[in-house]
C-alpha cells in the first residue's frame, strides 16, 4: 500500500497514550499516517495529541470529537476522514498498544500480495510461538463471544475484537462507514455484518483475512467492565436482527451529530 492511514480513537489516555511508540513507527514508516481522535477527554490528551502533532505534522492529524461519542463513533468519524484523505488503505489500532504497530506492517503486506482480500482482521490466538498475554477470564469469555458472534453473522472468525483492522480504500469500506454505528460495545461485528449485507455472505468470506497477531498484551487500565459483555451480547443479537435476519443496512437510533473539528491535516 502507497498510502495507509491508521485511526487511533482516544479517550483520557494520557496515562496509557504510548507516545514515544507512535514517534518511533512514524519515523521508520513514512508511507503511514495517523488520525488521532480525541473522543472528548476530559484529562490532558488534546494536549498530548497536539504536541504529537505539531511534531511530525505530516503523519499525524488530530479530530476532536466536542463531546465523549464512543469507541464506535471515535473509529467511524476517524476512517471518514481517513477515507477522504486519499489513503490507498485506512483502519484503526487501540491507543494502548496492546497489539504492537509492527502487526501493521504484516496487515500492509496481506493486502499488497492477495488483491483478493479486502479486510485484514487481527486475531488474538493463543498460537505456538505468539506471545498472548491475556488474563484466563477474559480470554474463555472472548472465545466464547466470538464463537456466537460468528455463528449468527455466519463468518468463520476465530476473534472478532481484536482492536487492529485493515481495509482496502474503496467504494465498499466508504459504505461500511458512511452510517453511525447502532452498537456502543461490538462494532467490529457491526462492520462485518454490514460487509455481509453489501457483498452477500459468500463474496465477504472470499474479501476477509483473518491474521493471527504475533503478540498481544493485556493493558491496566481497559475502560470495558465485567457487566459489558451482557451488554455486548444484547447489542449482538440487534445486529443479528437488523443485519442478517432482517438483512438491511439501515440505521436504527437515528442519526448521531457529527460535531468535529480538524486541527492538524495529515
Known sequence: MHHTTLVVPCYNEEERLRVGAFRMFAAAHPSIRFVMVNDGSRDRTAEILADLAAARPRQFAVLSLAVNSGKAEAVRQGLVHALESGA????????????????????????????????????????????????????????????????????????????????????????????????????????????????????????????????????AGSKLKSGDFVKAVGELLGIYATYIRGGGDGLPGGQVRENTDVRRAA
Open 88 to 219: 490507498d488503505a485506512v483502519g484503526f489500532i487501540d491507543a494502548d498498544l496492546a497489539v504492537p504497530l509492527d502487526e501493521v506492517s504484516r496487515m500492509i503486506d496481506v493486502l499488497d500480495r492477495r488483491p483478493d482480500v479486502s479486510v485484514v482482521v487481527g486475531s488474538r490466538l493463543s498460537l505456538a510461538g505468539h506471545a498472548i498475554r491475556r488474563r484466563r477470564i477474559r480470554r474463555l469469555l472472548g472465545r466464547c463471544f466470538a464463537a456466537v458472534a460468528a455463528s449468527l453473522i455466519g463468518l468463520p472468525l476465530r476473534d472478532t475484537q481484536c482492536g487492529l483492522k485493515l481495509f482496502r480504500s474503496d467504494g465498499t469500506t466508504r459504505q461500511l462507514f458512511a452510517k453511525p454505528f447502532r452498537s456502543r460495545w461490538i462494532f467490529d461485528v457491526e462492520i462485518l455484518a454490514r460487509l455481509i449485507v453489501a457483498q452477500g455472505r459468500e463474496a465477504a468470506i472470499a474479501q476477509v483475512y483473518e491474521m493471527p497477531v504475533e503478540e498481544w498484551s493485556e493493558v
